[in-house]
């Protein structure tokens, strides 16, 4: 068995040493890097190769990759590196990786080429300036081939172990059977078609109703696909922590049914939830898990790689026990195992871990992706980004040292922006592009000083740079799939102050080549339809494959009642909450149990929920608060026991209308008071506008199909398992509409109460 690695990965593993250190890296963006490569190149003869593909083998390792570009008449092959900020600041671990890649490099020319010697540059461009930095070295060819085996032989004592387990497992995944004796009822159906999907190459979008084991029937399927299908890695991504566990319990099981199989995983977390240090800068004048973090990386791998199941508690133990970084020792491990269970920014967010591994070691990787309908919504989100002027004038404020004139220029420019526009809201098509370059100024600045401070910076300061970071970004993006606005509002004094946002409104084309770069993406939800807006707002390819898997459940479990003779919309709200509080009080006398009420805000919550505690004071209820702590939220789900009596109030949308599970007599109904439309404001608005122009239904995509999907979402809390009994209450007279009732889930039986 032959194991491949890519140049840069070899190199990263080898050679890198000393403290782990993210003051100075290449903050240029990954367009500025491609073009600061192409302004280098350009600049070089005629006879310049830039790209140049190489490959080379010892023993059971074959290592390739392209390097930056060679010129035969120099004999001098070159690694351009672009920088922003003083080169002089560069750690000298950083500069002994790049020279690890141009020796490399170097050897791979030098035999490909039958060279004796070559001449190795290190190319920085300051993409700010222009300016090029060139360090020189040359090179007999003996010398580099002998670095090239020194590096390899290091490689191969970790590498030849892991093919080993790689064998092992792929022996004991072609063997592997169901954890359990029988699959459940749609199960077979969704297992047999992801498996059918990952083996001819095509995405899958699967509609399966809560209770049939939607986590285990797509997982399972992968695995018995990793072998045939020659998968490097299986990526199960989720929207929430809950779906996290659920991905990891059922890794357990499938470990469990199988005590012998050689599988890896991983749980991958975010970076503030792992920090042991939160209030300490990432570089080891700061950090004691940072400083010599490459020195100790080697123990702490070799022994979280005897660990099967690397969840957030495992691997922070086996962090700690080696005194490293516990985020960063997740980011390695993410290359030696086989699943991964991630959030979906790990794939899909412009600077996503994952995806940017599976691109430089040109991994063939199948994509879970559980609770899909959430997806369109976050992809919005890691695309979009804001700035407030508040937090521009309050580090003015603060005089950061050095800052001052850079500040000043950019709230000029943002004082102009702001000037302009008379009305609250305005969205353009166009980039302040004056703006944007202030704000370049001030974060080139701020990088500079973070290059500087050996314990950190301000941490104003340090939300405004990475806030800004982001909004700088996004602008080399930006195209008619965005909305550049700004929202006014009044401030201190008489003065008003502005927020500028890079609004992502159609995150398709951003997300459509992470699709079409795994092999299989299998997006999969209790409420993944209307398949069409999901289809074009992802941007699945135009052969991905439709599920829907028939539900377990039959009308008789579940009553849905319609409430027709009540209106939820905003200007009716008063004269609801007295017809809503008798009606939840009739359906609780009539059928003692805990019940969830779902409202459209905190407001009519509050409302409601104190005329039923005025009229009918001998009902228990417990009531979902702005902002709740996780121990809170756990709380609030805990108050649902067994047998137990109750009204639970929350907002539609929350914490409690999806990814809760209370089988059995733990929730018996819910009361579902509002369509679950998004509210009308000038952001939706413009969204409705992008959508009518794109896709010819513009209420439908911004309004209706995302509200319609939250109410299922919160229906399906009720009905958990084939035992359960329970009872929907719909109340607005907009449920009666055939268009919305069309939405509903097939086993449903409404009727008009």
């Known amino acids: 068995m032959t194991y491949v690695v890519a140049v840069r990965a070899l190199c990263e593993f080898t050679a890198k040493q000393g403290d782990l250190d993210l003051r100075f890296t290449p903050s240029p963006t990954a367009q500025e890097g491609i073009a600061g490569h192409r302004r280098v190149v350009a600049r070089r003869g005629s006879d310049y190769e830039a790209e140049v593909t190489l490959e080379g083998s010892y023993e059971h390792l074959r290592v390739r990759g392209r390097a930056d570009g060679y010129e035969p008449s120099a004999n001098r092959l070159e690694e351009i590196k672009t920088y922003r900020g003083d080169l002089a600041n560069q750690p000298d671990n950083h500069r002994a990786l790049h020279w690890a890649q141009a020796r490399i490099y170097g050897w791979l020319l030098c035999s490909t080429r039958h060279l004796s010697e070559i001449h190795l540059a290190l190319v920085y461009l300051d ?6 930095t060139r360090i020189e070295q040359h090179y007999p060819a003996e010398a580099l081939e002998q670095y090239f085996k020194q590096q390899c032989t290091a490689f191969l004592a970790w590498a030849v172990p892991q093919m080993q387990r790689l064998t092992e497992r792929n022996s004991g995944l072609q063997a592997l059977s169901f954890p359990y004796a029988h699959m459940r009822s749609g199960q077979r159906d969704l297992a047999e ?10 995405c899958l979008m699967a509609q399966a109703t809560t209770g049939i084991g939607k986590t285990l029937g797509t997982l399972f399927p992968m695995l018995k696909a990793v072998v045939p299908q020659q998968l490097d890695k299986v990526i199960f991504l989720t929207a929430k922590t809950p779906g996290r566990a659920l991905a990891l319990d059922a890794v357990r099981q499938v470990m469990t049914s199988a005590p012998t199989l050689a599988l890896r995983s991983l749980e991958l977390v975010a970076r503030d939830k792992a920090c042991e240090y939160p209030q300490n800068a990432c570089h080891g004048e700061s950090c004691p898990l940072a400083k010599g973090f490459y020195d100790r990386l080697p123990a702490a791998r070799q022994a979280a790689r005897q660990v099967a199941l690397l969840d957030k508690a495992a691997l922070r133990e086996v962090a700690l026990r080696h005194q490293v970084c516990p985020y960063y020792l997740s980011q390695e491990m993410a290359r030696w195992v086989d699943v991964v269970v991630a959030d979906y920014n790990y794939y899909f967010d412009q600077s996503a871990l994952l995806h940017g591994l599976a691109q430089l070691n040109q991994w063939r990787v199948a994509v879970l992706v559980d609770e899909a309908h959430n997806l369109v919504e976050r992809a919005r989100q890691m695309y979009s980004a804001s700035l407030d002027q508040w937090s521009l004038q309050s580090l003015r404020r603060s005089k950061p040292v050095g800052m001052t004139s850079a500040l000043q220029q950019l709230n000029r420019q943002w004082n102009a922006l702001h000037n302009e526009q008379v009305a609250p809201y305005r969205a353009s098509v166009e ?8 704000l370049q100024r001030c974060l080139t600045l701020i990088q500079e000083q973070m290059n500087q401070a050996p314990s950190g910076l301000d941490p104003a300061l340090m939300d405004f740079y990475f806030r800004g970071l982001q909004f700088s970004r996004l602008s080399e993006v930006f195209d008619a ?9 009044e401030g201190q004094g008489r003065r008003s102050l502005s927020t500028l ?5 159609l995150p398709a ?14 997006l999969f939800s209790a409420t993944l339809g209307p398949r069409q807006f999901y289809a074009d707002l992802l941007g699945m390819p135009g052969d991905t494959a439709w599920l829907e898997v028939a539900s377990p459940f039959v009308a008789e479990q579940l009553q849905v009642r319609v409430v027709s003779d009540i209106s939820t919309r905003y200007q009716h709200r008063q004269a609801s909450i007295a017809p809503i509080s008798e009606l939840i009080a009739e359906q609780y006398a009539r059928q003692p149990g805990n019940y969830l009420a779902f409202f459209s805000s905190f407001e009519y919550l509050q409302h409601v929920a104190e005329m039923l505690a005025t009229r009918y004071p001998a009902i228990h209820q417990w009531r979902q ?4 702590a996780e121990e809170a939220r756990q709380a609030f789900l805990e108050r649902f026991v067994d047998g137990g009596q109750g009204i639970g109030f929350a907002v539609l949308g929350g914490a409690f209308a999806e990814g809760v599970d209370l089988p059995g007599t733990r929730l018996i109904g819910a009361f579902v008071a509002t369509l679950g439309l998004p509210q009308v404001n000038p952001v939706n608005e413009q969204i409705k506008h992008r959508m009518a122009e794109r896709f010819g239904a513009g209420f439908d995509y911004t309004y209706l199909y995302p509200g319609v999907r939250k109410v299922i979402q919160a229906a399906g809390r009720v009905i958990r398992g084939p035992e359960d009994r329970g009872v929907v209450m719909l109340i607005d007279d907009r449920f009666a509409e055939p268009k919305v009732q069309q939405m509903f889930p097939a086993w449903w039986a409404p009727q008009k109460k």
């Open 509 to 522: 084309p951003l997300i459509a080549p992470r699709m079409t770069a795994a092999r299989s993406v299998v």
């Open 127 to 132: 993409v700010d300036s222009d300016r090029e």
């Open 625 to 628: 608060s702005q902002g709740m």
């Open 501 to 505: 946002c890079l609004r992502n409104v």
């Open 481 to 489: 799939n965005f909305l550049f606005d700004i929202s006014k509002r």
């Open 431 to 438: 980039l302040p592009t004056a703006f944007l370059k202030a």
């Open 193 to 202: 078609t992801v498996y059918k999907a990952v083996s001819t190459g095509r």
